[in-house]
């Protein structure tokens, strides 16, 4: 494949890809201001074979969104609600506990919980939340509340993160989602998430949870008002934080749907498939540190994701089932998908599918 990248802007990065060596700054800028996409993909490709070869992964998993009423009202959130909004809602622990008797039904391996900051919840509530589904779905790995969740939990209950962290833990938490992360730029944050929590303290959550044996994903909202240079800055702080514990299971590279958003007069339209596609390889490029960079296909849609396991991707997510947030802001995809249809699309995309759990072990790999 020399002939592809020889005389090519992209040489130099071809042959330090090529000899296992970190790209830096410069060369995360350079590949996300490039157009040669199908360049970008090979060497994508190249790292994601290197650690995965032809396998592919998916997980059976369902979503559930305890409420929409949060404080922060972030302009890149169609999600939330005032706690007098018609359309607020809150969930019971008893309708929590009745989703949870349907993905016990359908025989689901990870239950993942996230919502908005109800001031109204107690940390007791959420102790008895992963408690309810603990005891419905033994066995069942329940990954739940963003860092910046966690912030909040340890603010209204006067508890530091590591003091909620362990309660939750003990209660059932088994890891935590990477959503919150938005872009750590300060003013990128000024403009899209003003109250939310600072990218240093979504490091700090991060950090402490890693620390407490507590592993998590993380997450870049793209395509709104962030520059190249604030989408590979953040990276490279994922990257740096994921040197120093481990912690971090997949990266998740989020496409920005600004319909119904404080944000549309700005994008009035979605990110295409192209940058979509280059935010996926450069991240597995540049975060060669990261097991897994996931293709969240209630983002992109079934048929990009698929794409996207021959630009770096390794893993579809999963069957989801009953997403809110994103379809809040406009998403045309459906609310799940079957294992059936996932194993297909690896299959289509000449990748062998594997069923995993949340922390990666094969439950089934499906030939």
Not at 42 to 55: P, S
Request: charged share 25%.
């Amino acid at each position: 494949m020399q002939s592809l990248f020889r005389g090519s802007e992209l040489w130099d990065i071809y042959e330090k890809v090529e000899a296992q060596e970190r790209l830096g700054r410069e060369e995360g800028l350079r590949l996300l201001q490039s157009q040669d996409l199908l360049a970008i993909g090979y060497l994508a490709d190249l790292v994601r074979r290197r650690k995965h070869g032809d396998r592919a992964y998916f997980i059976v998993n369902r979503h559930i969104n305890y409420t929409n009423i949060c404080v922060n009202r972030c302009r890149l959130c169609a999600f939330g609600k005032d706690a007098g909004d018609p359309e607020a809602y809150t969930l019971s622990l008893d309708e929590i506990e009745a989703k949870a008797l349907e993905a016990r039904r359908d025989h689901h391996s990870e239950i993942h919980i996230v919502g908005g900051l109800n001031p109204d919840l107690p940390l007791e509530y959420f102790e008895e939340m992963l408690q309810r589904v603990s005891q419905i779905l033994p066995g069942v790995h329940i990954q739940a509340f963003t860092a910046v969740e966690i912030d909040f939990f340890a603010r209204t209950s006067g508890l530091s993160v590591e003091e909620v962290l362990t309660r939750l833990r003990l209660a059932g938490l088994g890891s935590l989602p990477g959503g919150g992360a938005e872009v750590f730029s300060p003013r990128v944050r000024e403009l899209i998430c003003p109250r939310k929590i600072s990218g240093e303290r979504w490091l700090e959550v991060m950090e402490t949870a890693h620390r407490l044996g507590l592993r998590s994903n993380a997450t870049l909202l793209y395509g709104h008002v962030e520059t190249a240079e604030e989408r590979v800055d953040h990276l490279l702080k994922l990257r740096e934080l994921q040197d120093r514990t481990g912690g971090f299971l997949a990266f998740i590279p989020l496409a920005f749907h600004p319909q119904n958003t404080g944000l549309a007069h700005l994008k009035p339209s979605r990110t295409t498939g192209f940058d979509d596609l280059k935010m996926l390889a450069v991240a597995r490029l540049l975060l060669d540190n990261f097991p897994h960079i996931k293709a969240f296909w209630i983002m992109i849609g079934p048929k990009l994701a698929q794409v996207s396991l021959a630009f770096g991707a390794d893993d579809l997510d999963g069957t989801v089932v009953e997403e809110r947030i994103t379809h809040a802001a406009g998403a045309e995809t459906g609310q799940s998908l079957t294992k059936a249809e996932l194993v297909a699309m690896i299959k289509a995309a000449g990748l062998a599918p594997v069923q995993r759990d949340t922390l990666y072990n094969v439950v089934e790999e499906v030939f």
